[in-house]
């Protein structure tokens, strides 16, 4: 029984190692005898054989295919080109756009299936199709992105020279501005310092509820320009002052002081493209104009005031240079105002929403008034 056992196992090995011996050499004789594999795409050749490619099943196959069909498609692919927007505020078209490329790139996994079946039908070449590739951004994207939001308006053209310097310069400052999304406006930050090496001049302020001389002076009339021009583009507003006294140009409770590196205006591109923002003053009016996807709504701005702020009794002032029973005027006297700013939102001419902006409470302002004390 022992000796039988023994012949089994002798008999065993010999046939597995004969079956090895010949496996081996049908495997080496297939790749001595392998045929050359090309595959072509477009205007490159690619050639397969020997060590490249796998024997099994008496079928060749090319080793780590996807690998393989992946580095052919990158060295073949045309890649896309996107469309481009720039912004020129200054021309009466701002927006140019250049046009989207499609590119070129094979079809990965319609060429593994095609080398798998030429190969299992012994062919020895392919033809890798090609797909077109498209662009992420074409100029209709764009165009989406780069629409009318709104415009808003005051007039300068009363102004002291200075003053429309100032005006002027920080105007030109903001000109051109792209805010992309999530991106905050900051008054102070892009104006810069209302000082004179940063080629601000002296005119007047506002300043403690009085009218003084100040660098800077009609700074104050541009941001309150922007913020209602961001208003009625709808964009969130998250700092805004109102001034000591009521505004000349703008209604009560839709100023926005600016003063110093404390007192600032900023807005935040909550929308999801950029915010384009062209700004123009034209030595009589100041104007911005909002550009970006357009809005949901259509904004409308109201001012309500609460109640008026009688002033104090007149200032007195004597002169001697001035006879007695003479009087002048110098500075008129102004009522102080509490108001509040609305917000109304509009689908089409349907009233959808009323937002309470804030409260204001702005000085009045008492008379001052020149009396004459030399003798007659």
């Known amino acids: 029984m022992q000796a039988i056992k023994k012949k089994l196992i002798l008999y065993l090995l010999i046939t597995a190692t004969a079956f090895f011996a010949v496996a081996l050499f049908l495997s080496k004789t297939a790749y001595a005898y392998s045929p050359e594999f090309t595959i072509t795409a477009g205007d490159k050749i690619y050639r397969f054989s020997g060590e490249e490619l796998g024997f099994y099943k008496g079928r060749f196959y090319i080793k780590c295919l996807e690998g393989v069909v992946d580095g052919i498609y990158y060295d073949t692919l045309i890649s896309p080109v996107d469309a481009t927007v720039s912004f020129n505020p200054n021309s009466t078209s701002p927006f140019t756009y250049t046009l989207e490329k499609s590119g070129s790139g094979i079809d990965r996994q319609k060429l593994i299936d095609d080398i798998n079946t030429a190969l299992y039908g012994g ?8 797909n077109e590739v498209k662009p992420s ?5 764009l165009k989406r992105f780069t629409v009318y939001r709104a415009k808003f308006s005051t007039n300068y053209n009363s102004s002291s020279a200075s003053r429309k310097h100032n005006i002027e310069l ?10 992309s999304p999530n991106s905050v406006f900051s008054f102070n930050e892009v104006v810069g310092e209302r000082t004179e090496e940063n080629g601000f001049q002296n005119a007047v302020v506002i300043e403690n509820g009085q009218f003084v001389d100040g660098v800077g002076g009609g700074v104050c009339q541009v941001s309150s320009t922007l913020y209602n021009c961001a208003l009625l583009s709808g964009v969130k507003v998250t700092e805004r002052r109102a001034h000591s006294i009521a505004s000349s140009y703008v209604e009560p409770s839709f100023d926005a ?23 123009v003053a034209d030595g009589r009016d100041i104007t911005f104009t909002f550009f970006g996807e357009k809005p949901k709504y259509r904004y409308e701005r109201v001012s309500v005031i609460l109640s008026e702020i009688p002033p104090d009794d007149d200032e007195i002032v004597l002169d001697g240079e001035m006879f007695e029973g003479e009087t002048i005027t110098v500075r008129k006297a102004k009522n102080g105002i509490k108001s509040e700013g609305y917000l109304v939102l509009y689908s089409g001419s349907v009233k959808i929403d009323t937002v309470k902006l804030h409260t204001d409470t702005y000085k009045s302002i008492r008379a001052q008034v020149k009396v004459g004390s030399k003798p007659v």
């Not at 062919?123 to 090609?130: D, E, R």
């Not at 920080?170 to 805010?179: E, M, R, T």
């Not at 590196?261 to 700004?279: M, Q, S, W």
């Open 257 to 279: 002081m600016v003063s110093g590196k404390e007192l600032d205006l900023k807005f935040v591109n909550d929308t999801p493209g950029n915010l384009y923002i062209k700004a």
């Open 137 to 141: 951004v074409t100029v209709s994207n």
């Open 123 to 130: 062919k020895t070449n392919v033809l890798a199709k090609f």
């Open 170 to 179: 920080a105007v030109s400052k903001i000109n051109g501005k792209v805010l």
